[in-house]
């Protein structure tokens, strides 16, 4: 079952913050977090696995609360360089390659 | 080192035609998935495989079957296009099968059927 990303598309001016939220109706191991700029290809930011940790990047941040099977994505002092298009990406065992993707959040960051 | 590498980049097709797409991981990847990107549905898995294996497949019909080499180079084919077939189609390698490491995807494959 496809995650469901929340919401669908933001405008932001240089230096607010953001939230993107994943949320899946079905138990869930891991969750990844993509960013496809226009006419590229997605590109990995990072990876939670269940137990509910926090991972840092810059000043891109997310949490993962496998109780609520939710995973959020923080984006703080947005750059222009965060324009894109961010995706979640699920998967309910560690055993398995097969990740689902939520239908993404285009993020525009104006100067 | 290379990135992965899909082939062909652009391509357009007619309904009922066939195609096969490429896709070169990066050097010691040898898990490669397939998805298919929309507009509207977003990243679609289509399948995977490890070791010359299929583990994993998505609910997509039979139109639409891959394979993968001694080498870990893998291939899609579509069958009897259809005009919903049009689409990025993007290929993604990882080192190993567990999903607790990253997705390092090509630049895709885009798709037109006419």
């Known amino acids: 079952q496809q995650p469901v990303q929340s919401p669908q598309a933001v405008i932001l001016r240089e230096g607010e913050d953001a939230v993107i939220n994943c949320s899946s109706s079905?138990?869930?191991?891991?969750v990844h977090w993509y960013r496809q700029k226009h006419g590229e290809a997605p590109v990995f930011l990072m990876i939670l696995l269940k137990g509910g940790e926090q991972k840092g990047h810059d000043k891109i941040s997310a949490s993962f609360n496998e109780k609520k099977q939710q995973s959020s994505l923080y984006l703080t002092a947005s750059q222009l360089s965060y324009s894109g298009t961010y995706f979640c990406?699920?998967?309910?065992?560690?055993?398995?390659?097969?990740?689902?993707f939520g239908q993404g959040t285009t993020l525009q960051v104006k100067p | 080192k290379a990135g992965v590498t899909q082939t062909p980049r652009y391509l357009i097709k007619t309904r009922g035609q066939q195609v096969t797409l490429s896709c070169s991981p990066i050097?010691?990847?040898?898990?490669v998935s397939w998805y298919q990107q929309t507009p509207g549905q977003g990243l679609q898995f289509l399948f995977e495989y490890f070791s010359e294996t299929q583990r994993n497949k998505g609910n997509f019909p039979g139109r639409f079957s891959g394979r993968q080499f001694s080498n870990s180079r893998s291939e899609m084919n579509v069958s009897t296009l259809e005009l919903g077939d049009s689409a990025l189609y993007l290929c993604?390698?990882?080192?190993?099968?567990?999903?607790?490491?990253?997705?390092?995807f090509g630049e895709g494959s885009r798709l037109t059927v006419l």
């Open positions: 050097s010691g990847h040898r898990s």
């Open positions: 079905k138990a869930l191991y891991s």
């Open positions: 990406g699920t998967s309910s065992s560690g055993n398995t390659g097969k990740l689902i």
């Open positions: 993604a390698s990882r080192l190993g099968t567990s999903n607790t490491g990253e997705l390092f």
